[in-house]
């Protein structure tokens, strides 16, 4: 590498770097409003510079890399979007991550303090062995077993439409159970 392509490398990096710190707070804050979780977003913040700092040769002829950074990352946020989008309409889901989030979510409290998730499991284990056993083994299957609603359909014989309400019910059942557990 000659001193010429070191020195527009550096500036590049330079260009980078300043990108990454004045447009981070705003990717970041896109995705959270988006419903991402902390963690995700920045994974996919990340991944976008990565992919950048890949095309560090083509920055010279960038004119606004902030912007051409935000087009990139719409477009994996378009991306993310339409495979999500398939995904459901497949019956697939994240059950167990998605399911714990809609259980903590509903009770109403912060699960990374240690203390208060030790307990949460405890009062998780009851408030399980407390629900009906249909809804029990249909949050069961999927948060364990990693079942999907077809899957799981074409096992028990019953609807899509009667499993994902069984599910519903054991959600606002737990959820309703730690707010319990939480008040007391």
């Excluded at 719409?74 to 019956?91: N, P, Q, T």
């Excluded at 303090?113 to 949050?139: F, I, K």
């Excluded at 364990?144 to 069984?166: C, H, Q, W, Y």
Aim: one cysteine or more.
């Amino acid at each position: 590498m000659n001193n010429k392509e070191h020195e527009q490398n550096s500036a590049s990096r330079r260009r980078l770097e300043e990108a990454y710190a004045s447009e981070k707070p705003r990717l970041m804050s896109r995705l959270r409003a988006a419903g991402r979780s902390f963690e995700e977003a920045e994974d996919m913040v990340h991944d976008v510079y990565v992919e950048t700092m890949e095309r560090l040769p083509i920055f010279e002829g960038i004119r606004s890399l902030p912007a051409w950074i935000h087009s990139l990352f719409i477009r994996r946020m378009i991306d993310l979007w339409r495979h999500e989008k398939v995904r459901a309409a497949s019956g697939e889901t994240d059950v167990a991550e998605d399911t714990l989030r809609e259980i903590i979510a509903g009770a109403g409290f912060d699960p990374l303090e240690g203390y208060v998730r030790s307990c949460l499991v405890d009062a998780l284990n009851d408030a399980m062995r407390a629900l009906p056993a249909q809804q029990r083994q249909v949050v069961e299957a999927q948060v364990f077993g990693g079942k999907t609603f077809k899957e799981l359909a074409e096992v028990s014989g019953e609807s899509i439409d009667t499993l994902k309400a069984r599910k519903r019910y054991a959600v606002q059942n737990l959820s309703k159970a730690l707010r319990h557990w939480i008040s007391k």
